[in-house]
């Protein structure tokens, strides 16, 4: 979710609409999975805009550039090695402050908050 979030916090850092950067940063997201899902990467590329497409082959690599590989694979390592498992453990075990103050601030976070707005608005009526 760090992708979508450092997007939305971008977008309204810019001067966007909060609507706005949750409607690209989390309801497009949707939209993009389901078509890659269905369709492939290629598939998915050949049915976004033009513009888009540049965006994705040229701003894309660098965003998710080396740095960022560097720490996917750091991250990998330390699954692999149960240091992430200990952690986690070590965290459950010992009352799930850090946990708990993590998942409140996401909670609270401005793109939940008009997230929760937008969805309200969006549920179908029946």
Do not use: N
């Amino acid at each position: 979710c760090a992708l979508p979030i450092s997007g939305f916090e971008t977008l309204v850092r810019a001067g966007y609409p909060e609507e706005l950067a949750y409607y690209e940063c989390v309801h497009e997201l949707k939209f993009i999975v389901d078509l890659m899902q269905e369709e492939g990467i290629a598939g998915m590329t050949a049915r976004i805009s033009d513009t888009a497409q540049w965006g994705e082959v040229t701003v894309g690599p660098q965003i998710i550039d080396r740095h960022v590989r560097e720490r996917m694979r750091a991250a990998l390592a330390k699954i692999r090695d149960e240091k992430f498992a200990r952690a986690f453990i070590r965290e459950m075990q010992t009352g799930r402050k850090r946990y708990g103050r993590a998942m409140a601030r996401l909670r609270e976070h401005p793109i939940e908050q008009i997230g929760r707005k937008l969805r309200g608005l969006m549920k179908k009526r029946r």
